[in-house]
């Protein structure tokens, strides 16, 4: 038999995040062979995925970033059970890995997203099993989404609970402190949608009818009761979508307003929006 030094149990932990003694344990089972350590715990992993996979994974991180010419921006949010591993080193940095490995390779899908590799021993979905097993909590990645426009910025709030991504039109001078100020804005006043066109018919019909309701108890003649309903949706849309929502630093003006006056002509083109939950 293979003998297993401290030293040895110190590589295999820093290699995979697992604990000391379930280390040791890997060596010895795989008579001191990394590799089959490493499928071992792997294997570990995927055996406490299976029996938490009724759990729910509600804590988490949501992040956001850009590539460095900041025309593409990359959102995920990686779950887990309780907002103690939330808040822990490891955990947030793998969420970072994550993100940085769809940054650079930008696959089509979530799906695609797991077979990337994480690195030269595991996928990314192999590696979340294997966290699993580490962790002893079921992870999740439950979002991932990209944007892509002349200027993208990203945001993540404080706690790493919410995140979004902004677009604009042009990659001008202000660029970079106006997306950063709108998806700021996003991330506090959660718009349902960019503008008007971008709400969806359901919805329309929901507060034009939530709004003839309203008027109705409020004893209005029935007559009239569609033109006021269509007023509220005005203002529903006024309240509601970010490019006509008050700008949060100028309530004077909207958001469109504020960019606008940044430079002329410049528009928001999408925006992006995940919070734990949302």
């Known amino acids: 038999m293979a003998k297993i030094t401290a030293a040895d149990v110190n590589k295999l932990r820093k290699q995979t995040g697992a604990g000391m ?3 040791k344990n ?12 490493i499928d071992i715990l792997r294997k570990k992993g995927q ?3 299976a029996k938490r996979a009724d759990r729910e994974a509600t804590e988490g991180v949501v992040l956001s970033t850009t590539n460095d010419d900041n025309t593409v921006g990359v959102l995920i949010s990686l779950n ?5 591993v939330a808040k822990n080193e490891s955990f947030i940095n793998l969420g970072e890995s994550i ?10 899908s979530k799906e695609e997203l797991f077979k990337l590799k994480y690195d030269d021993n595991m996928t990314v979905e192999e590696k979340l099993t294997e966290q699993t097993g580490v962790i002893g909590e079921k992870l999740e990645l439950s979002v991932y989404d990209t944007l ?3 200027h993208v910025s990203a945001y993540i709030h404080a706690g790493n609970k919410l995140a979004t991504l902004v677009g604009l039109s042009e990659n001008v001078d202000g660029a970079d402190e106006a997306g950063r100020n709108v998806a700021m804005q996003a991330a506090a006043m959660s718009p349902v949608a960019l503008n008007e066109d971008a709400v969806s018919q359901e919805v329309i ?6 709004g003839r309701e309203q008027a109705r108890e409020e004893g209005k003649p029935e007559e009239m009761l569609d033109r006021i309903a269509e007023g509220r949706l005005k203002k529903f849309f006024k309240e509601s979508t970010l490019v006509h929502q008050a700008f949060i630093k100028d309530g004077k003006m909207s958001v469109q307003q504020y960019v ?5 002509g410049l528009t928001v083109t999408d925006f992006k929006r995940v919070g734990l939950g949302v």
């Open 80 to 84: 887990c059970e309780t907002d103690f």
């Open 260 to 264: 606008d006056s940044v430079s002329k």
């Open 205 to 210: 019909d929901r507060e034009l009818e939530v």
């Open 99 to 108: 993100l940085k490995i769809a940054l650079e390779n930008l696959p089509a």
């Open 21 to 23: 003694m379930d280390c």
């Open 26 to 37: 890997a060596l010895v089972e795989a008579n001191g062979d990394f590799e089959q350590a």
């Open 47 to 49: 055996k406490i995925a």
């Open 148 to 150: 892509k426009a002349p």
